[in-house]
């Protein structure tokens, strides 16, 4: 990997500058490496290593908002193998089919076929990943864009994503790398240790793995997790939680925070918006709490489809009941995007009435989020009820924490503080 | 057996007549064939060599003629080499022009329709297998267009229902497929859609019908009955029968008819 730090505009925004605008966890407009490409790998080139000069990186700063980096993406008809690494969870069958045992669909997939998330593909009766170090979108944002509001605040996470996604979100912002193949957009090589280093170049001192859904470039995250460890640089994953409950331990092991969409609270809602199920995903939160992760999650609050007094009061009650009232939980404002360009962006109040619900449940953090400038977007100690995190947008205005204690009472606040 | 079929089809003199109620000169034919699984149960070469011959004695030029398919490398592993020259018939995966920038949409569906298709065709000539599909049942004319799109693997839950009938909606889709013609020279009754030797037999025929829903409720059959010959359970029984044929039949799509009352078949 070849990079030029020097090429980069050095400028690093001050958090909550610019950016405000796009939502949580969006893919900023500028990205450089988004959109549909005609470059495609050749199958017949499968597995053979190929020697193209590595691919040099040259970043910019958005107009005025968080540096993208524009990685030089790779040419039409790539004969790069670099990228295909074999799958960590999967089963051989009779007669060259495998069984995908990353995530609860299972696919079975014959041979030169891929599963449903675009970016694994069995080939004689192995499985690869084939987007392994595919980096197609790399950006600088805060880390309350991801959003985590108790982990780290304040500080930038340096955010990348593959393509490919397990679930096809109807409201999905990212659809055009999460909805498509890796040969289908441009993309560039990464690996591990690159990644970590610019992460620390540009003093991040995490990694995002967002976007799209890391859950599809599992076997990158782990790796660049550990190379970014041994930097001390932490890893974040922004995921759907729709993953199997083994490789979920695995990961468990070696990142540092999981923020999960709980894209709503019923199945018929995981079904037919979300394409996916929705017991899966509530069990990964379990399972990442026993484990100690620490845990945020979002529901994107989309009128008319799941935004219930009954939909907001189970969800609630389920994270109190099953994950603790310590939990934070984001809800956030839904634009019309992808599929639902038919419904109109979330009305405040209908936000304001998710929240009063949650917070009537005894949930201790509840936050609105997409809406620059609201209250609840600011943490209140649960105590005495004192700003002791205030926010406009994704920064950070004032902090009166203490060794992750409230300044004013004394009272612990949980989360992972510098 | 080409020429007997689409004389049959289009109740025509000669084949050459058919052929010219099939395209108009003029236009830009192209030939969706069927090459995810190499050679062995993919559309033959020869076959759509034979049929750009009949196009040409229509009136179709060469360069006036695509064959096309998902990818480069599928086409190249069924036999057709992947050429582009301005004159010549040009063979070219979607890879090669890419897909369009914004999403068609209908029902479930919601794709990126390949360049090939929107921007060079102006007839498509579907060019099928007859084979088994381990999680569609089967696949023939109206999965075919799957390879249309950037998305596929997005469609293959609930046994690609309704998927494959909402992606034949689209307009690009429906108002483009002129003639759906299934290569049945060798057919899988079982282990699709990759080759599985010893699941093919030598059918020898084709399959032609201007209803593609028509077309694979009669192969699906054909395919129903081998499977018993062999002592097979039928898809049915397994859990699998193509639901997508009937859906495409349905009221709110109406892409043809998959009731064998209305199905006439004619055997040349």
């Known amino acids: ?418 | 057996m080409l020429d007997r079929t689409v004389q049959a089809l289009y109740a025509s003199d000669t084949p050459l007549a058919a052929w010219k109620k099939v395209v108009r000169p003029g236009e830009v034919v192209g030939l969706k064939v069927n090459c995810l699984a190499g050679r062995g149960i993919s559309t033959t070469v020869v076959l759509a060599e034979l049929i750009c011959d009949r196009l040409q004695e229509a009136g179709i030029p060469k360069k006036n003629i695509v064959i096309w398919d998902r990818l480069n490398s599928d086409l190249e592993s069924a036999g057709f080499k992947v050429a582009s020259r301005a004159e010549r018939i040009r063979y070219i995966g979607n890879d090669t022009l890419g897909y369009e920038d914004d999403l068609s949409v209908y029902g479930s569906v919601g794709s990126l329709l390949s360049k090939t298709l929107t921007q060079v065709c102006d007839v498509v000539i579907n060019l099928p297998v007859l084979k088994d599909h381990g999680i569609a049942g089967v696949t023939m004319a109206l999965k075919n267009l799957f390879g249309a799109i950037h998305n596929p693997n997005k469609y293959h839950p609930n046994l690609c229902n309704p998927y494959v009938a909402d992606l034949n909606m689209l307009p690009a889709v429906r108002q483009k497929v002129r003639l759906n013609l299934c290569d049945a020279i060798t057919a899988q009754y079982e282990g699709g859609p990759s080759f599985m030797p010893q699941w093919t037999w030598k059918y020898n025929g084709l399959l032609a019908s201007l209803d593609p829903v028509a077309l694979d409720h009669t192969g699906w059959q054909i395919l129903e009955q081998k499977r018993a010959e062999k002592g097979m359970k039928s898809l049915q029984d397994l859990g699998r029968a193509p639901s997508y044929i009937a859906t495409a039949a349905d009221a709110q799509h109406r892409l043809g008819t998959n009731n064998p009352e209305q199905i006439e078949v004619v055997t040349v």
């Open chain 1, 1 to 418: 990997m070849s990079l030029h730090p020097g090429k980069f505009k050095t400028h690093f925004p001050t958090p909550g500058v610019s950016g405000e605008h796009e939502p949580a966890d969006a893919l900023p407009r500028d990205s450089m490496l988004s959109g549909i490409a005609a470059a495609e790998h050749d199958r017949r080139s499968f597995l053979k290593l190929a020697s193209l000069p590595c691919l040099a990186a040259c970043a910019s700063c958005c107009g005025g908002g968080w540096p993208a980096f524009a990685l030089n993406a790779a040419g039409p008809a790539s004969e790069d193998a670099r990228y295909i690494v074999e799958a960590e969870f999967y089963e051989k069958l009779p007669f060259k089919k495998t069984r995908c045992k990353l995530c609860p669909r299972e696919c079975v997939i014959d041979d030169r076929e891929r599963g449903y998330c675009g970016v694994r593909e069995n080939h004689g009766g192995s499985y690869y990943t084939l987007v392994h170090s595919r980096v197609c979108a790399a950006h600088i944002d805060p880390i309350e864009k991801k959003p985590l509001f108790h982990f780290y605040p304040g500080t930038l996470a340096f955010s990348v994503a593959t393509a490919g996604c397990n679930v096809n979100c109807k409201m999905c912002q990212n659809w055009d790398i999460s909805q498509s193949r890796p040969e289908q957009v441009r993309s560039s090589y990464l690996p591990p240790k690159d990644l970590a280093n610019l992460a620390q170049q540009y003093r991040c001192p995490a990694i995002a793995y967002t976007y799209s859904e890391p859950v599809v470039f599992y076997e990158y995250v782990r790796d660049a997790a550990d190379a970014g460890h041994a930097l001390g640089i932490k890893s974040l994953v922004v995921t759907g939680g729709y993953i199997q409950q083994d490789p979920l331990k695995k990961l468990c092991q070696g990142v540092d925070a999981i923020k999960v969409d709980l894209k709503g609270f019923s199945e018929k809602y995981y079904k037919e918006v979300v394409n996916g199920e929705l017991k899966p995903v509530l069990d990964t939160l379990v399972t990442m709490r026993k484990l100690g992760m620490w845990t945020e999650i979002v529901s994107l609050v989309v009128p008319t489809l799941n935004d219930s007094d009954g939909e907001f009061r189970g969800l609630a009650q389920w994270v109190k009941n099953n994950l603790g009232v310590d939990v934070p939980v984001h809800f956030t404002r839904f634009h019309p995007e992808y599929l639902l360009k038919n419904l109109p962006p979330t009305p405040l109040e209908t936000l304001e009435r998710a929240k009063a619900i949650a917070d009537a449940e005894g949930l201790h953090y509840v936050y609105l989020g997409n809406i620059p400038g609201h209250p609840a977007e600011n943490t209140y100690c649960p105590k005495c009820g004192r700003v002791v995190i205030a926010r406009i947008g994704f920064t950070v205005q004032e902090m009166h924490l203490r060794k992750g204690k409230c300044d004013y009472c004394q009272t612990a606040i949980p989360g992972v503080w510098q």
